[in-house]
Structure formats: C-alpha cells, structure tokens
C-alpha cells in the first residue's frame, strides 16, 4: 500500500476588540510592524496557542491599551475570513469582539507598535482605518455575522 503524505491546511487566527465608548470605538495607529503601519485598525493579536480566543483576547488588551477585561464581556459581533494580501502571505480567520466594560483607562501599552489612539464613530471612520476592519466594523453595526475579505479580488 502507497501512503500520499500530504500537509494539512493552516490558517492564521486573530483576535480584533472593539471597544465602544458611547457611539465611539478605539482605533489604534500601527507602527513598528511592516503590517499597514501608519494606519488605523483596532486592538488585535494573534492567538498564541493553547489559549481559547477570549483568552487572546484579553491579554492583547492588556497588553496594547493596559486595560483589564472580563472575558463574559467580550461579545463576538463577527467573524471575517481574509484572503492572503500578498503571495506569501497566510489566510486569516479573525474574531470580531465587541467590549462595553473594562477596568482602567486605555493607553498605548506597546508604543513601538502603536503610535496613536484615536475614539471615532463607526459611521465616520477615518479614511486611513484598514479597509478589512472597516468592512468588520459596519457588518458588526448591520448585525451580519461574516465577513469575506480578499477573496473578491483574486483572479482564478
């Protein structure tokens, strides 16, 4: 008997918070990264590993913006599946949350990777806000669960 091995698909996961203030939420300005540096995008991370994605999630928030959450507060609100931006870029599978409640005020915790915080309406983004976290950001306020981003562009 002839054993194919073949390697099984992988994809990147990322957890994004969205923290509202009112009818704000908080961008941050990437920096440091290669990654849209000088664009806006919300608290992010990628999962570590051996951590459920609210798990991620709060310690990226305490990390980048030194803020304590409460994982019952995080409310997943979408979930996106990106296409690679680049050939040798991973595909993503990212987890939206929306947060109402933290203890402490936001801060930028990381400065080498964030260079400004800004509060915007979600209806009035800056232009310079990251086109995927956009395109999250109004499917979290029409309630639509999903989001496919990249995949409309790639050719056959």
């Known amino acids: 008997m002839t054993w194919v091995t073949r390697t099984r698909f992988r994809t990147a996961v990322a957890v994004y918070g969205i923290l509202r203030a009112g009818t704000c939420v908080l961008l941050m300005r990437r920096a440091g990264s290669g990654y849209h540096d000088g664009e806006l995008s919300l608290p992010a991370g990628h999962l570590d590993g051996g951590e459920d994605v609210r798990t991620a999630l709060v310690r990226e928030l305490a990390e980048e913006l030194v803020v304590a959450v409460d994982p ?33 005020t936001p801060a930028i ?30 499917a979290c306020d029409q309630g639509e669960p999903l989001v496919l981003a990249g995949w409309d562009t790639r050719s056959p």
């Open 72 to 104: 019952d507060d995080c409310r997943l609100s979408a979930t996106a599946h990106r296409a690679p931006e680049h050939a040798d870029d991973d595909e993503y599978v990212d987890f939206f949350f929306t947060i109402d409640r933290w203890i402490g």
């Open 109 to 138: 915790g990381e400065p080498t990777k964030c260079t400004e915080l800004v509060w915007a309406d979600p209806q009035q983004l800056p232009p310079d806000v990251i086109d995927y976290v956009k395109r999250a950001l109004q």
